[in-house]
């Protein structure tokens, strides 16, 4: 069985934004048939994360390099271009 992947949705208060990315990442992985785990945090808590984490998806700039990929996630709020997203979430957890 494939391991389960760890996905951090992070904005910088870890409620307005990040809600909203967390439900369209939800429904991706889903969808797609992707084992995951969603932590719903904010972009500070990140680093906690960091050593087990499989992706990042922010809305926020983050103020550093993370080990892990990190995707913006700002078209899932403007709902433009959203298909690129997806493809770049579903490719960083292959």
Do not use: W
């Amino acid at each position: 069985m494939e391991k389960q992947k760890l996905i951090l949705v992070a904005c910088g208060t870890g409620i307005a934004t990040s809600t909203v990315v967390c439900k369209k990442v939800e429904s991706l992985i889903k969808t797609n048939g992707i084992n995951a785990r969603i932590i719903q945090c904010k972009i500070a808590e990140v680093v906690g994360y960091e050593d087990d984490a499989d992706l990042l998806v922010t809305t926020t700039i983050s103020s550093r390099d993370y080990k892990m990929p990190v995707i913006k996630a700002v078209n899932y709020l403007t709902n433009i271009n959203t298909d690129k997203v997806d493809l770049a979430i579903i490719e960083a957890l292959k």
